[in-house]
Nanobody, 115 residues
């Protein structure tokens, strides 16, 4: 069982930055894929970015060049650095960890981009 706890959400103005953290209850070096998802009101949950155990990364087209995902296997924490935030980035952001058939989610953290 993997427990994930997100932090770092909040209210930010357009063009601002935030960094999300996802602390895992196990060594992140043992997790095959970790990722960030988001869900805006009335919309489906969507993948924002993921990072594999080997360090490979990919991003949704809507965030490429603005967001950066990373993982610290010493602190057992994954991060999402979000820059140049837009109102359309407003959503609840969820941390995810996937190992073979097992899939784990954090409780979510709200990001609101508004002036």
């Amino acid at each position: 069982q993997v427990q994930l706890v997100e932090s770092g959400g909040g209210l930010v103005q357009p063009g601002g930055s935030l960094r999300l953290s996802c602390a895992a209850s196990v060594r992140t070096s043992t997790i095959n894929i970790m990722g960030w998802y988001r869900q805006a009101p009335g919309k489906k949950r969507e993948l924002v970015a993921f990072i594999t155990r080997a360090g490979l990364r990919d991003y949704a087209d809507s965030v490429k060049g603005r967001f950066a995902i990373s993982r610290d296997n010493v602190k057992n924490t994954m991060y999402l650095q979000m820059n140049s935030l837009k109102p359309e980035d407003t959503a609840v952001y969820y941390c995810n960890a996937a190992n073979y058939a097992a899939n784990y989610w954090g409780q979510g953290t709200q990001i609101t981009v508004s002036s």
